[in-house]
């Protein structure tokens, strides 16, 4: 039974670039939700998706989008890079309508240099 | 805007201890709490989740939560070396929908 999986696993990227970043749920999940965490921070809030369709977002510029395929695969873009996006970028999935344990990819490190 | 706090530590405790690793919340309507324990370099695992008053135990590891205090605990008895990482508390509003964490707090179990 594969877990999330998540990639690349690691990239760097100069300022003002875009970078996509990509997700696949828990099998028989469908529910993908995208966290930011800092370096000594806990991850904080991007957005979610299901259904194909963005359901919630957190307090983050529209720089950040994101996209969820038919079979509940999800990508993350973020464009106009700022060296304050440098972080560990960590998706998660969970069941839509049925309890709401997330679980958590092995994330994707990105460094804007 | 909703807030998790715990302190971020380090907290250090012998091989063989009780830890015990705190957590407050602000927001009175939340529903759901979940302990996640995070390695240097790896992505948070889930430790457990609890929903209602209480203590719920599963192995070495006991969560608390006191909706009134507004307070949720997680305790790790018998410490051991691979217990050392840092904690995250989550809390969940909404069935589903964003989980808000903590800061963390890191765990150092000396042997």
Redesign the interface.
Same mark, same amino acid.
């Given at each position: 039974d594969a877990g999330v999986t998540q990639s690349p696993t690691h990239l760097i990227k100069t300022r003002g670039q875009q970078v996509t970043l990509r997700c696949s749920p828990k099998s028989g999940h469908d529910t993908v939700s995208w966290y930011q965490q800092a370096l000594g921070q806990g991850p904080q809030f991007i957005f979610q998706y299901y259904e194909e369709e963005e359901r919630q977002r957190g307090n983050f510029p529209d720089r950040f989008s994101g996209h969820q395929f038919p079979n509940y695969s999800s990508e993350l873009n973020v464009n106009a890079l700022l060296l304050g996006d440098s972080a560990l970028y960590l998706c998660a999935s969970s069941t839509g309508n049925s309890g709401n344990t997330i679980y958590f990819g092995e994330g994707s490190w990105l460094t804007v240099v | 805007q909703k807030e !998790?706090e715990q302190n971020s530590g380090p907290l250090s405790v012998p091989e063989g201890a009780i830890a015990s690793l705190n957590c407050t919340y602000s927001d009175r309507v939340s529903q759901?709490f /979940?302990w *996640?324990r995070q390695y240097s370099g790896?992505? %948070?695992? +889930?430790i457990m989740?609890i929903y209602s008053n209480g203590d719920k135990e599963d192995g070495r590891f006991t969560a608390q939560l006191n909706k009134a205090s507004q307070y949720v605990s997680l305790l790790i008895r018998d410490s051991q070396p691979s217990d050392s990482a840092t904690y +995250?508390c989550?809390v969940?509003e909404d *069935?589903?929908?964003? /989980? !808000? /964490?903590? %800061?963390?707090t890191r765990l150092s179990v000396l042997p």
């Open positions: - | !998790v759901s /979940f *996640y790896k992505s %948070p695992e +889930l989740s +995250l989550a969940n *069935y589903g929908q964003n /989980f !808000v /964490f903590g %800061p963390g």
